[in-house]
T-cell receptor, first 116, second 114 residues
Framework: GAGVSQTPSNKVTEKGKYVELRCDPISGHTALYWYRQSLGQGPEFLIYFQGTGAADDSGLPNDRFFAVRPEGSVSTLKIQRTERGDSAVYLC??????????????FGPGTRLLVL | GDSVTQMEGPVTLSEEAFLTINCTYTATGYPSLFWYVQYPGEGLQLLLKATKADDKGSNKGFEATYRKETTSFHLEKGSVQVSDSAVYFCALSNSQGGSEKLVFGKGTKLTVNP
């Protein structure tokens, strides 16, 4: 498809379990972002990749959260020992990120995570 | 750190009414400013943006002007339609930190009644 895709669209898990959320960015986009949106709030930044490397991971809330982008395309957000407070919509965005230019971020539909 | 404060919702208007959603920001340097919209059941979409002071972003009849002196980026539309019902997010991006991450406000839910 032409847009950012995210799988699964919904994920229900139990407290303490491990989950993986996948993001497939727009082809050719070098920058990839993860955000988390809690109910009634705006999205909050988690981590930013430029190519394969995490250029800014200052938004990851703690060491239970980790993300990878091994080939500079698809990214996986991994959450260990999930807690009920991790319940939120996890959004992925990508952009061309040409050097020195402000590029529009295109968002995927999100993965709705519910931790019981 | 950088932050965005936007008008609390929800906002309910009749069709053809004038819309203003206030947005102010706190940031070092010269951020870029954005309005994103989330229609029911859909993902976030960029509505408009402005990258420097006094720039006006516009799209689909919506406008917002980057005012550095008042650190504001208020969203306006002269005549709203039922199809404009959505949640609107003001956001900034500040490349000074080396990352173009977006910092969002909490969102304002707009309902337009026929």
């Amino acid at each position: 498809g032409a847009g950012v895709s995210q799988t699964p669209s919904n994920k229900v898990t139990e407290k303490g379990k491990y989950v993986e959320l996948r993001c497939d960015p727009i082809s050719g986009h070098t920058a990839l972002y993860w955000y988390r949106q809690s109910l009634g709030q705006g999205p909050e930044f988690l981590i930013y990749f430029q190519g394969t490397g995490a250029a800014d991971d200052s938004g990851l809330p703690n060491d239970r959260f980790f993300a990878v982008r091994p080939e500079g395309s698809v990214s996986t957000l991994k959450i260990q020992r999930t807690e009920r407070g991790d319940s939120a919509v996890y959004l992925c965005a990508s952009s061309l990120s040409l050097s020195g230019q402000e590029e529009t971020q295109y968002f995927g539909p999100g993965t709705r995570l519910l931790v019981l | 750190g950088d932050s965005v404060t936007q008008m609390e919702g929800p906002v309910t208007l009749s069709e053809e009414a004038f819309l203003t959603i206030n947005c102010t920001y706190t940031a070092t340097g010269y951020p870029s400013l954005f309005w994103y919209v989330q229609y029911p059941g859909e993902g976030l979409q960029l509505l408009l943006k402005a990258t420097k002071a006094d720039d006006k972003g516009s799209n689909k009849g919506f406008e917002a002007t980057y005012r550095k002196e008042t650190t504001s980026f208020h969203l306006e539309k002269g005549s709203v339609q039922v199809s404009d019902s959505a949640v609107y997010f003001c956001a900034l991006s500040n490349s000074q930190g080396g990352s173009e991450k977006l910092v969002f406000g909490k969102g304002t839910k707009l309902t337009v009644n026929p």
